[in-house]
């Protein structure tokens, strides 16, 4: 290992290090310079994002004036310590009923009003939802739900197999925009009350009754708050990205929503697939 460090680097590649260094040096004296730079890391990657602020502003104002989902607090009362307030009392009622104990509790959640929601009060709540609902949903789905390419592949070889592949097969993807922020309010809750009710037994998951799932999917999807320029914003549809619940929030909207493209497809020996 020593050797490998010590080792001189080949001349070319070494003029290449030397190069990059150059570069990453004038970019950082650039941006230490250019206060009208955002700099921020990517979502789901190890990269870098940078561009003017006034660019970024414009895109981010677009996405929220395209997807509706998110209104502009008009007082400037933070609304931090009553979403602190509410899930405290729901974790509470939790522990009085004993469906959880303080043991399965991270005291001291942090607070940081991001839109990510990675930080928010509820995001506790939150992965403990999906935990709970995420394998039921996975074994009602799973016909339907590809988790990675090797899914495709073996699903394309049975199809093969029984000779439904012929020259004029068409394969097809769709794409949902903004899924997360395009689930309706209500509506969304409505499929996962009728999910919950298909599902259970004798009206509860776990230990938990369908109620109480209700009130604590409800609280996640009503506290996603965000400082934006100076201004609190309110997510009003949809829920939010980072938040763990909202991901099989959006699978069991989605499951109820593709279920006649389901039948479809298999009344004619053909396949659907849904990437999550």
Known sequence: ?????????????YRRARREYKQVKRLQKLLHHRSDMLRCRIDKGEGFYIDDKSIMQHKTLEYMNKTEAYQELTSDYCPLTDILHATTSVLDY???KKIITTAQLNL??????IVSALYAPVN???KFLYKLLSP???HVAHETTVINSIDWVRKLEKYTAHG?????TKFITADVENLYT???REGGLHVLLRFLEKYSKHGKIGPFSIDMIIKMARLILDTNYFAYINKYYKQTRGGAMGSAFTQVYANIYMLEWEQNLIEHQASKNEIYGRSV
């Open 94 to 96: 939790l522990i009085k």
């Open 182 to 184: 395009m689930i309706p």
């Open 1 to 13: 290992m020593h050797d490998l460090y010590c080792k001189r680097l080949p001349h070319k590649l």
């Open 124 to 126: 506790l709540i939150s």
């Open 164 to 168: 439904y592949l012929k020259t004029t």
């Open 108 to 113: 001291g959640i942090p607070i940081r009003p």
């Open 136 to 138: 039921i949903y996975l």
